[in-house]
């Protein structure tokens, strides 16, 4: 696969082509709501397209037929406010067709030359990894490592993988419903008190891999507002702080400092070494890209979708098949439910044991890096946790 077709502008047309008047799963902004007289009861879903107000039928959502093609609305007015409602529609949803073998697909994700290849593989299984099942991993590199490119494809071609800088709790929320699969938080430092204790619960919830996140801080009649996580993962992305800092502003930068034991143990920490603070380990260069998509191009890049949706629903099945044996765990239960996740989406990438132990290996020497930075940097508290903070 050409990898001039992952550049950002590429996908972009692609994504503009493929989503014209497409609603998406990320279009819903709320629950069902009933419109009428007890008599002539109309049940819609609502959501915002194109800085407008929709109301969908409520049998296209509950036939699962999202996404779909509008082709016709009508303006409909709804308790003062007016909303465009879907009269007609069509099925454009992606099929899943096997074009490729899972290595080969995400060696074809972003081909790009990278200083440490081995470890921007895994890289790219790890993201997969969190689309296709439930994990909540932090990693830090220096910048342009290329870390938080492939969740941006992602989100491009799926629709439902978001990317926050500075998170705030109503950034979150606003994210935090059936259709969102990856949330990636970066740009985690300098954070208000306040912010650092929205944030933690945020964290706490998902790394129990709770199914609703509450948010204790409001509330009507006694009960607590809620968000669905049920499908969430969470990539959270750091660079190194500038060695020119002294070690008070470095640790402003650092979750490690930033969080309490409690949170630093439910999200699986790994470090990946590759480029400096002015050299970034992609070696490739992005320049501005003005050339139309042409319909090869277009079919290229949807073959990949397809091959990447194939997988999606069948990887789980295909990993079980393989009987490679994993050596490694993790004594921190939270931690090693993340690990083994990551390890079954390896297994659809290895052909043999031996190469099976050599990415787990690699997998598992990134994560004790992380502890070993952290540890060289002069942290007092010791990163293995309590048993209660373990179970």
Same mark, same amino acid.
């Given at each position: ?47 915002? &397209?194109? #800085?407008? @107000? ?5 049998? %296209?959502?509950?036939?699962? +037929? /999202?996404?779909? =093609? ?100 109503? &950034?979150? #929320?606003? @994210? ?5 699969? %990856?949330?990636?938080?970066? +740009? /985690?430092?300098? =954070? ?200």
């Amino acid at each position: 696969m050409n990898k001039e077709l992952w550049h950002y502008d590429r996908l972009s047309q692609w994504e503009n082509q493929y989503y014209k008047n497409v609603m998406l799963p990320v279009n819903l902004t709320g629950d069902e709501i009933a419109v009428g007289t007890d008599d002539d009861k109309q049940f819609f879903y609502v959501a915002k &397209k194109d #800085k407008k @107000l929709w109301v969908i039928p409520s049998e %296209i959502i509950d036939k699962g +037929e /999202i996404p779909f =093609l509008i082709k016709n609305s009508a303006k409909m007015g709804i308790r003062g406010k007016v909303f465009q409602a879907v009269t007609n529609y069509q099925d454009v949803s992606i099929k899943s067709d096997k074009t490729m073998s899972y290595k080969e697909m995400i060696d074809n994700w972003m081909d790009y030359e990278h200083e440490v290849r081995e470890k921007y593989i895994l890289w790219k299984i790890i993201v997969d990894c969190a689309y296709n099942s439930r994990v909540n991993v932090r990693v830090i590199t220096h910048p342009g490592w290329m870390k938080d490119s492939p969740l941006f494809t992602l989100g491009r071609l799926k629709g439902n993988c978001f990317a926050v800088n500075r998170p705030t709790l109503a &950034k979150l #929320k606003y @994210l935090m419903n059936d259709s969102t699969r %990856i949330l990636g938080l970066n +740009e /985690i430092q300098k =954070l208000k008190t306040e912010e650092i204790e929205h944030l933690a619960k945020f964290y706490e919830d998902i790394g129990d891999f709770k199914t609703q996140y509450v948010n204790p801080s409001r509330s009507s009649a006694g009960v607590s507002e809620m968000c669905n996580i049920s499908n969430i993962s969470t990539l959270t992305f750091s660079n190194f702080p500038a060695s020119n800092k002294d070690f008070d502003a470095q640790k402003e930068e650092l979750f490690d400092f930033i969080f309490h034991p409690k949170i630093r143990s439910r999200i699986f920490p790994i470090m990946f070494d590759g480029g400096t603070e002015t050299e970034p380990a992609c070696k490739e260069r992005f320049p501005h890209v003005t050339a139309k998509l042409t319909q090869e191009q277009h079919d290229e890049i949807t073959n990949w979708l397809r091959n990447f949706i194939y997988y999606e629903q069948n990887g789980r099945e295909l990993a079980g098949k393989k009987e490679f044996k994993n050596g490694y765990f993790m004594k921190n239960n939270r931690w090693d439910r993340n690990f083994q996740a990551i390890c079954e989406r390896i297994k659809l990438y290895c052909d043999t044991q031996e190469e099976f132990d050599k990415m787990t290996k690699l997998l598992y020497d990134c994560h004790q890096a992380y502890l070993d930075y952290v540890k060289n940097m002069g942290k007092d508290e010791p990163m293995i946790v309590t048993e209660e903070q373990m179970i």
